[in-house]
């Protein structure tokens, strides 16, 4: 699930006024359930679940009463992590008061629902939500790959003319760049993206300057967790 608990809480704080709430037997919940998938599949990411699993689960533990009757679940997102399972749906709810309720995400609606087109909106609201979170992502991700091209089109340029192998490792903050010094021994900075215009005017004079003292006879202590197999490197001689 992409959208923390505080802003699911928000979106249906926003969408579920509990106006008038609606009063309705089974066979009206039923219905309005219908309605509500009728007008919210075709809406790209949302997609009806039939067979959902999910709504026992949330039962689980929680203090929500057992006899409330699922009328409907709606799949909004899937996650994209291969290895953690963490879809978002919507449920839509009959209590023992014949009223209608939401639950979005595991966050149970402030108040019953007073209209199936409440719902619709949660729905639209959500799903819009979730594709302006993508844009930003997919920004961020652009913005990195920008700078990691940046800083490597540098790197590239002082290992040529100093000659020296390098290896790099990347993560969602920074570059880590380990300088090989010889095949046993080796060295990294660690250039954060949000400083990288600082970092880089001054990363030859530095990878020079550990680089000479290396050379005197000193020797550093690093807290590479692992060693750099020969594949690793990027070798001066074919830059």
């Known amino acids: 699930m992409s959208i923390t608990s505080r802003s699911l809480q928000k979106l249906l704080r926003e969408n579920i006024s509990g106006g008038k709430p609606l009063s309705v037997d ?9 309605d509500l998938l009728a007008r919210v599949e075709p809406l790209a990411g949302a997609k009806r679940n039939d067979n959902c699993h999910h709504y026992s689960r949330f039962r689980v533990g929680s203090d929500q009463p057992p006899t409330n009757d699922l009328c409907c679940c709606v799949l909004l997102e899937e996650s994209s992590d291969r290895w953690y399972q963490n879809h978002t749906h919507l449920h839509l709810l009959r209590s023992p008061e ?15 629902v007073s209209d199936i087109g409440e719902v619709v909106a949660l ?9 302006r979170q993508k844009a930003q992502a997919a920004k961020r991700q652009k913005q990195k790959d920008l ?3 940046a800083i490597l089109a ?3 340029k002082i290992a040529k003319e100093d000659r020296f192998d390098f290896a790099t490792e990347v993560d969602s903050i920074k570059l880590k760049l ?23 005017p001054k990363l030859r004079t530095a990878i020079q300057a550990l680089r000479e003292t290396y050379n005197t006879g000193v020797r550093f202590k690093t807290n590479l967790k692992r060693g750099y197999r020969r594949s690793d490197w990027i070798r001066h001689q074919d830059l």
Do not use: M
Not at 26 to 34: F, T
Not at 101 to 112: H, I, N, Q, T
Not at 123 to 131: I, N, T
């Open 123 to 131: 729905v639209q609201a959500f799903l819009q939500r979730v594709d």
């Open 26 to 34: 089974p066979e009206q919940a039923l219905e309005l359930a219908e």
């Open 98 to 112: 014949q009223q209608l309720w939401v639950d979005l995400g595991y966050e149970r609606s402030p108040a019953p």
């Open 147 to 149: 700078k990691v091209q």
């Open 154 to 156: 540098q790197v590239r």
């Open 178 to 200: 380990i300088i090989r010094l010889s095949d046993q021994d080796y060295f990294a900075i660690l250039i954060p993206f949000n400083q990288f215009k600082e970092v880089l």
